[in-house]
C-alpha cells in the first residue's frame, strides 16, 4: 500500500544552519504530498504542499520539490531559527483527489540551538 | 476565526471504561477525519465523514471503535471496553474538501491515557 518514510531524527542543529529532512514516498498514481509542522504545543499546521511533479512548495523559507522520478519529497531550510524548533511530518494524499485522508510519516523532530 | 477544536484534552481513564472524544469542525467544512497518533508512530487514519455521506470507517482498528456526525456538525469518536493500546492522542481535521488541494486543518487533539 501507499507510504511514507522520513528520516529519524531527532536532528539537531545551530542555529542559521542548513535543514535538509528526506521524505520519499511509495504510491499508484499522481499522489500530493505535504509537510507538515507542530510546534511545542500546538497542533499540527501545513507547512507547504505540492500537488504535481516538479512542482515546489514553499512557505516561511522552507521549500520541497515534487520529485518523481526519485518518489521523494524532501524539506529544505537554508538557515534555522530557534523557533523552527518542532516536529515535522511528511504526509501525502493517496488517491490525489478531495476527501482521501493523509497518509503520513513518523515525524522527525528538529531541534535547533542558539 | 475559529479552528479545530476538541474537547477533553486530556483523558484519563481506566481499562474496560468507555470513552467519548469531541471534534467541532471550522464551521463550513463539509469534511471530517479522525486520525490517532501513538507514542513514537505517525498519524493513523481512523474515519472520515463527508457531509451526509456514509463514512469511510476503513481505519477503525476493531469494533470497539466507533464515530458519529450529525451533518456537517460535531462529531463525537467513541472507545469502548478501553485497553491500554488505545492510550494515543486522538487527532480530528476538518476541510472544505472541494479540491484535492484544500488543506486539512487539524485541532490540537485529545490526549487518551488508559490506565
Known amino acids: 500500500g501507499d507510504s511514507v518514510t522520513q528520516m529519524e531524527g531527532p536532528v539537531t542543529l545551530s542555529e542559521e544552519a542548513c535543514l535538509t529532512i528526506?521524505?520519499?514516498?511509495?504510491?499508484?498514481?499522481?499522489?500530493?504530498l505535504f509537510w507538515y509542522v507542530q510546534y511545542p504545543g500546538e497542533g499540527l499546521q501545513l507547512l507547504l504542499k505540492?500537488?504535481?511533479?516538479?512542482d515546489k512548495g514553499s512557505n516561511k523559507g522552507f521549500e520541497a520539490t515534487y520529485r518523481k522520478e526519485t518518489t521523494s519529497f524532501h524539506l529544505e531550510k537554508g538557515s534555522v531559527q530557534v523557533s523552527d524548533s518542532a516536529v515535522y511530518f511528511c504526509?501525502?494524499?493517496?488517491?490525489?483527489?478531495?476527501?482521501?485522508?493523509?497518509?503520513f510519516g513518523k515525524g522527525t523532530t528538529l531541534s535547533v540551538s542558539s | 476565526g475559529a479552528g479545530v477544536s476538541q474537547s477533553p484534552s486530556n483523558k484519563v481513564t481506566e481499562k474496560g471504561k468507555d470513552v467519548e472524544l469531541r471534534c467541532d469542525p471550522i464551521?463550513?467544512?463539509?469534511?471530517l477525519y479522525w486520525y490517532r497518533q501513538r507514542l513514537g508512530q505517525g498519524l493513523e487514519f481512523l474515519i472520515y465523514?463527508?457531509?451526509?455521506?456514509?463514512?469511510?470507517k476503513s481505519g477503525l482498528p476493531s469494533d470497539r471503535f466507533s464515530a458519529e456526525r450529525t451533518g456537517e456538525s460535531v462529531s463525537t469518536l467513541t472507545i469502548q471496553r478501553t485497553q491500554q493500546e488505545d492510550s494515543a492522542v486522538y487527532l480530528c481535521?476538518?476541510?472544505?474538501?472541494?479540491?484535492?488541494?484544500?488543506?486539512?486543518?487539524f485541532g490540537p487533539g485529545t490526549r487518551l491515557t488508559v490506565l
Open positions: 528526506n521524505c520519499t514516498y511509495t504510491a499508484t498514481g499522481y499522489p500530493s
Open positions: 481535521a476538518s476541510s472544505l474538501n472541494r479540491a484535492v488541494t484544500d488543506t486539512q486543518y
Open positions: 504526509a501525502l494524499s493517496p488517491l490525489n483527489q478531495a476527501g482521501t485522508a493523509l497518509i
Open positions: 465523514f463527508q457531509g451526509n455521506s456514509a463514512p469511510d
Open positions: 505540492a500537488t504535481k511533479a516538479d
Open positions: 464551521s463550513g467544512h463539509t469534511a
